[in-house]
């Protein structure tokens, strides 16, 4: 008994049904922590560590012993702290199966639909969905056929919304998990690998793998359950960690002696606040809130609804909606929906499943979080309850957030939330009605982003008795998160519009005043679009309520407020009320062409490893387990652009917890180099010396215990910087260009001028003198943040893992660094999860600092950078205003980013062209279309290398793209929408692109095995763009050359392996699209070599049997010492090196005029691929690419301070795109474009330009905004427009919205009133 009492009180639960019991833990210990790096569970990953992308989302299962009820629910396992989950279950995608025991259908139709490329979001995407599944079985719905779930096909998508993905684009992901959906109709789903084009409904129903709901994996164990009926007790004082179970334990505990002194308390519910307020307090003690009865119950009476502070919001949704009991009103049951509803935009849905409502409303009261929940509770006249001490108050919600901040022992017991007809006495004859509405503008529109404003509004109104009109008898305006200390009512716009009947004039100046009330803080980004979105809602609101020309009756007010939302669905109305979700993706369609020529290259195989990663087996460079004795480090870096660093201390310890050492310049060996990376433009130092160059710079690397003690010691790092005698830095392109601050431009990068500019332009009937056009930087966002691992070696040598896209040189800048031979240095890289360009210069310096320090402390040392520091190191895309050539500054280094240069020249263009079309009163598709090459002219540009005509397949994709989209027609329809629409405009536009290759020297190695299994070693690195499956796929195509029986199945003999620098040298950068192809050519070299060799075995022994099998042949080639093991280097000959790729793109926009949001209604993409080495891997660049591209162009502000810091640090201010943000039609075509004798197997490549076609978003954005900016301007009684503007990069919702006027509103309502 003794035992058991004691195995009690230590911290016991499950994972993936394993009994994990710890005595003792850091409370602060997070389960991402506890389980990378204390289980073999290493899928949940780190990808932002602060709740904003999903990669560590795990499945939570809670048992109720009353009830015998298991709930399960999603979490970030980068917030929940472990110590929060005694007793509960874990389920991570290992536990849902593997490649030992059988993968899950999850896992095996995420491969199969080509889901994952670098698989680093995919176990996160794997358990969202798992969940959605669980939660489903839960409901009460029809059964489903068999083989699917009861998901709905909205709510499959739903399910991975949150979860952010840097590669695929979503298509792909959305249709893995639409398959299992019980309302799919599978001929909507995309391509995959399990049926054909052409197999009937039935059969391709049959193909996917089978979902056995009833045999579906247990979420909590037996054993745990029984344990948990027989108590489940967390030692307090060992664990320091307290549940109290009652208000009065609290009380006392919060007064006791053992936390009374001076020791750090921490109360928490969901720890989810932790994501924004990284706090770097320790805290002795931490009293889990969630336990006590009075803060985690709902109670419901006719008074209204009474939430627990420690209800997540997730519950609190549920509770809202409920509708079953007839116990209120029914326009208090519409607010109380419209308020969930607005709860669903609330950060993500693993989120919501811990987040609390009291933590939400406590940030926002002690901290001035920008909060949603307070600002529509605050609308609806909601009561909090508060105690300090013994003190209890019940106060209004606008005065507790209106207090100064309550202490940290004051707690939140509960929130109030009137239903109406408690606060208002409603009888069945009144003519008295309610209007409620919430609203919030934020990148996203499904949530996962914070608003730049939020609003919520109430209403009653009451048709007038005297006269036409309805009356305003009294109204709660609203408005948070837009720069205020925290939610308000615009109370002078209350009592303004109090008692008035609604009309044009007194919107007016109703919008005016709320203009004079909303007015963002000091600092706030985009004041004056804030204070317009906060007009707009007003104005969206009321708007209604007027246009229906003043001649409503009393009895039909009530019906008419009830079509009030049917009235906003006429496309004549703003449309803003968010009762109905946006929808998601709606549909896609991909068209490819197959060859069997190469067989298997050319056929749309599953993505090497696409499975492993989707059951979290794949490792990457974080997931090797440490080496005894390891320590990990993290940088200190410049704030300061251009100053003396005088030294670095910590304070207030000289130490911080854990640290071991700090390296700097200082503790370069004898012999080695002050180097972290290398380019064809030359070094960069690992650290500042003396002087920092930029913000961002690398001044020390800090070595400790653990990660978390390294990440938190550079927070501690106080760095003296001296400006002594130096010059201002230069921060931007004008003062680089004034100063002369410029790189010499390599020979070799001299533009070729076809033509003769001058005359031409002396010769022009019209001209453009000069123009400006600047483009934003962007930043990687691979969902692996850099990493690397070095580990000593005997004699002097180092062994380093990195996650590198070009080890080769990452090598040879070790050696240098630390003054070895080459020969002593072996860099390793076997997958990298996502890189972009990001991983090629910017990984050198990472693998380098872990080297240095290694070899200075002979231990092996690891580092896996923070998101944060990631995003100030990392440089990004170049940022470009056009009119100046490449320039120096005091900025940190850019590097290459996926289509590098080729994204911007060919905006340059496209911007240039547009232009053109609006200085001629042109159609701009009709500029382009005749100002797109033809073969001759193209060729003026390309002589050395030219097409043959045929090659030249852009006019014909061009016209080609115009019938498949339907350009034609829509261009009409969009016209019509814009005549017919005021408040949302449409613009659609169709680009073409050329993109020029070069293909680079690559090596090779293929060797076969005693069984006949083959192994391959290549240059280029896997990143998630399926260069290991071409490669596969070539190599079976090679060695099947040598016609024995059984070479139609090499495919599955064929593995990839890691790259290692010292077993295949030369292997040059992954960058630049063609390292797959050149990769797959060097393999087809070794393939043809191996042949050669075997040919005369092989006809040998058919001869002498008749036929012969692989396996026999590599089995007696053994016996007769044949060398089955070749290499290459495979070498482009010179007329072969570039080629081009054609393709174009149509994207239709739909633009809210009062927010600036756009909507992507449609893309389609028509890409010539040559003939593609694998279709499904080249739709998933492209997907992929496009995306990324959207992201650049409309959404990814990479911004920095006037230092040139990096300040988007982090996913709540970085915003790439999600699942909500992608075309609602994503339709994409391979064009197989025949024979090209000089390529690889005639393909061409996909990596990086379809990213450039997602300016045609950017340019259809133009166009809506052009046909706002005509609409404006007649509202202000002119008729023409000054349509030329220039739209900037990234064109975000209020960059969009302060070219379509951030006065919209109110020019509208004086042209209404002029014209009364
Ligand atoms: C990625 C992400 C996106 C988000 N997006 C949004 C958004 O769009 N809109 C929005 O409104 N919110 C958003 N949030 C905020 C989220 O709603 C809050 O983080 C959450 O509700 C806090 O609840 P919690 O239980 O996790 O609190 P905790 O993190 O446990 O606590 C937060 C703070 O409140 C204190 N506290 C908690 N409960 C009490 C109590 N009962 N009495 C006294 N003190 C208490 C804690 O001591 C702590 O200081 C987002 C959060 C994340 C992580
Ligand atoms: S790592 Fe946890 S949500 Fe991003
Ligand atoms: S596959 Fe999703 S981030 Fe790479």
């Known amino acids: 008994m003794a035992v058991e009492r004691e195995t009690r009180n230590n911290l016991v639960f499950a994972v993936n049904g394993e009994r994990f019991e710890l005595s003792t833990v850091d409370p602060s210990t997070t389960l991402l922590e506890f389980l990378r790096s204390r289980t073999r569970f290493k899928s949940v990953k780190l990808s932002c560590g602060e709740g904003g992308c999903g990669a560590c989302v795990v499945l939570l299962s809670k048992y109720d012993p009353v009830l015998d009820q298991v709930e399960d629910f999603t979490a970030s396992s980068c917030l929940t702290l472990l110590c929060s989950i005694n007793g509960y279950s874990i389920t991570t995608t290992e536990g849902l199966g593997n490649s030992k025991d059988g993968f899950h259908p999850i896992h095996q139709r995420f491969a199969g639909f080509h889901a994952s490329q670098c698989g680093f979001c995919t176990p996160g995407m794997c358990v969202s969905l798992f969940a959605a599944l669980v939660n489903a079985e839960k409901a009460n719905q029809s059964e489903p056929s068999p083989g699917f779930s009861k998901l709905t096909v909205s709510e499959a998508e739903k399910a991975i919304s949150g979860n952010l993905c840097r590669c695929t684009g979503y298509r792909s992901i959305a249709d893995a998990c639409k398959s299992f959906a019980a309302d799919v109709d599978v001929e909507d789903l995309g391509l995959n690998s399990f049926w054909r084009k052409g197999e009937s409904k039935e059969v391709k129903m049959s193909r996917l793998p089978f979902y056995n709901r009833n045999k579906e994996i247990c979420t909590f164990p037996e054993f745990l359950k029984k344990e948990i009926r027989s108590s489940m007790l967390l030692d307090s004082k060992r664990f320091y960690w307290y549940n109290p179970v009652s208000v009065k334990e609290l009380q006392s505990l919060l007064e006791s002696n053992e936390t009374n002194d001076g020791s750090l308390i921490k109360l928490v519910a969901g720890n989810t606040g932790m994501g924004y307020y990284k706090e770097l307090e320790h805290y002795d003690r931490y009293i889990d809130l969630r336990y006590i009865p009075e803060l985690s119950s709902i109670r419901r009476d006719p008074k209204g609804i009474e939430i627990g502070a420690t209800i997540t919001i997730s519950k609190a949704i549920e509770a809202l909606k409920e509708e079953n009991k007839s116990e209120f009103h029914p326009k208090s049951e519409m607010v109380f929906k419209k308020i969930a509803n607005h709860m669903e935009k609330i950060a993500s849905g693993f989120i919501r499943n811990t987040a609390s409502i009291g933590g939400n409303l406590m940030m926002a009261q002690r901290k001035n979080f920008p909060s949603d929940i307070a600002t529509i509770l605050v609308a609806v006249g909601s009561m909090v309850y508060i105690m ?7 106060i209004m919600l606008e005065e507790f957030l209106e207090r100064p901040p309550l202490s940290s022992k004051t707690l939140l017991l509960n929130v109030e939330i009137p239903s109406w007809e408690s606060i208002k006495n409603i009888s069945s004859e009144t003519d008295t009605m309610l209007l409620f509405e919430t609203y919030r503008a934020a990148p996203r529109p499904l949530g996962n982003a914070l608003p730049y404003l939020n609003a919520a509004f109430l209403a009653e109104v009451s048709p007038c008795k005297t006269s036409d009109g309805i009356i305003v008898n009294n109204c709660r305006l609203a408005y948070g998160a837009y720069g205020t200390k925290h939610a308000i009512r615009a109370r002078q716009v209350e009592e303004f519009l109090a008692g008035k009947i609604l009309s044009l004039d007194v919107l007016y100046e109703a919008t005016k005043l709320v203009k004079a009330v909303v007015v963002p803080e000091d600092g706030t980004s985009y004041p004056a679009y804030r204070s317009s979105l906060a007009m707009g809602f007003l104005f969206d609101f009321f708007s209604p309520l007027i246009d229906n020309g003043g001649k409503i009756s009393n009895v039909l007010l009530e019906g008419y407020i009830k079509n009030v939302n049917a009235y906003k669905t006429n496309q004549n109305h703003v449309q803003l009320a968010h009762d109905n979700l ?73 130490l911080p917890d854990g640290v071991a050492s700090i390296i700097t310049f200082k503790d370069i060996p004898k012999g080695g180099e002050n180097i972290g990376s290398k380019s064809i433009f030359g070094t960069e130092p690992l650290f500042a010396e003396e002087l920092t160059q930029c913000a961002g710079q690398r001044l020390a690397f800090v070595v400790a215990d653990t990660q978390k003690h390294a990440d938190k010691a550079i927070n501690f790092a106080v760095v003296d910087y001296d400006l002594e005698n130096l010059e201002p830095p230069i921060l931007s392109v004008e003062e680089a260009v004034k100063r002369s601050s410029l790189f010499e431009v390599p020979p070799m990068f001299y533009p070729k001028q076809v033509g003769d500019i001058s005359k031409g332009m002396a010769e022009a009937d019209h001209k453009i003198l000069s123009a400006e056009i600047k483009l934003g930087s962007q930043y990687y966002f691979y969902m692996e943040s850099q990493a690397a691992l070095a580990i000593p070696d005997e004699d002097n040598c ?101 289509a590098p240069g080729e994204v911007q020249g060919s905006f340059i263009a496209e911007a240039v062209i547009e232009h053109v079309a609006s200085t001629l009163s042109m159609d701009v598709d009709s500029v382009r279309s005749i100002n797109l090459h033809t073969y001759n002219s193209l060729n003026l540009f390309y002589e050395s290398n030219a097409d043959e005509p045929l090659e030249y397949t852009l006019p014909s994709i061009w016209d080609k793209l115009a019938m498949s989209s339907s350009l034609h027609q829509r261009t009409e329809k969009v016209k019509e929408f814009n005549r017919d629409n005021k408040w949302r405009k449409r613009g659609i536009s169709r680009i073409p692109i050329v993109h020029e290759f070069f293909v680079r020297p690559t090596p090779g190695k293929v060797s076969i095995l005693s069984d006949g299994s083959i192994v391959v070693e290549v240059g280029g690195i896997e990143l998630g763009q399926g260069l290991w499956t071409k490669v596969k796929q ?61 040919r005369p075995l092989r006809e040998r022994l058919q001869d002498q049997m008749g036929s012969i099998k692989w396996e026999m042949l590599i089995a007696q080639a053994y ?168 739209l900037e990069v990234p064109a975000t919702m209020p960059v969009v919205k302060e070219h379509c006027g951030l006065e919209s509103v109110e020019r509208y309502l004086e042209w209404r009133m002029g014209r009364k």
């Not at 190191?873 to 980013?897: D, E, F, L, Q």
Request: neutral net charge; contains cysteine.
């Open 1034 to 1094: 070539m190599a079976a195509f090679g060695l099947s050359s040598i016609q024995c029986d059984g070479v139609g199945d090499l495919l599955d003999k064929v593995r990839v392996i890691q790259s290692d620098s010292l077993s295949l040298i030369q292997g040059g950068f992954t960058a630049g699209s063609t390292t797959s192809e050149s990769s797959c050519e060097a393999v087809r070299l070794c393939c043809n070599i191996l042949v050669e060799r075997l």
């Open 798 to 898: 180092m062994v380093v893992y990195s996650s590198s896209q070009v080890p080769e040189w990452t090598h040879a800048v070790i050696a240098r660094c630390l003054g070895v031979p080459e020969h002593n240095v072996r860099v390793i890289t076997r997958r990298v999860g996502g890189a972009f360009g990001g991983k090629s210069i910017k990984a050198m310096p990472v693998a380098t600092a872990c080297a240095l320090a290694a070899h200075k402390l002979r231990r092996p040392v690891r580092i896996y950078l923070d998101r944060k520091t990631d995003m100030i190191m990392a440089g990004g895309r170049h940022p470009m205003k056009i009119t100046y050539s490449v320039c120096k500054t005091n900025h940190s280094s850019k590097s290459a980013m996926r």
């Open 582 to 654: 946006p929808s998601l993706l709606s549909s896609g369609k991909q068209v490819i062409e197959l060859s069997e020529e190469y067989h298997p290259v050319g056929e749309p195989i599953t993505k090497s490893g696409a499975a492993i990663q989707a059951s979290g087996e794949a490792f990457y460079v974080d997931d090797i387990p440490s080496p005894e004795n390891c320590l990990h480090g993290t940088f200190i870096y410049s704030t300061k652009p251009l100053a003396w660093v005088k030294g670095i201390q910590f304070q207030p310890k000289p």
């Open 388 to 394: 300090t001490g013994p003190t209890c108050e019940r």
């Open 1119 to 1286: 016996v007769l010492s044949v060398n089955l093991s070749a290499s290459s280097f495979f070498v482009p000959d010179p007329t072969s090196m570039q080629y081009r790729i054609y393709g174009a793109a149509v994207s239709e926009v739909e633009v809210n005029i009062l927010t600036g949001e756009t909507t992507i209604l449609q893309t389609d993409i028509i890409y010539d691929c040559g003939q593609s080495l694998n279709p499904a891997v080249d739709l998933g660049q492209i997907e992929g690419a496009f995306v990324q591209g959207v992201g650049f162009f409309m959404l990814e502000e990479y911004l920095t301070n006037s230092d040139g810091l990096v300040v988007a640090e982090g996913t709540w201010t970085y915003k790439i795109p999600t699942l909500d943000t992608i075309p609602k039609q994503f339709n994409v075509e391979i064009q197989k474009s025949g024979h090209h004798q000089k390529r690889v197997l005639s393909s061409k490549a996909s990596g990086e330009p379809p990213l450039i076609l997602a300016a045609s978003v950017h340019c259809a954005t133009r166009a809506a905004i052009k046909e706002a900016r005509k609409q404006l301007l007649s509202w202000s009684g002119k008729d023409e427009c000054s349509s030329t503007f220039q």
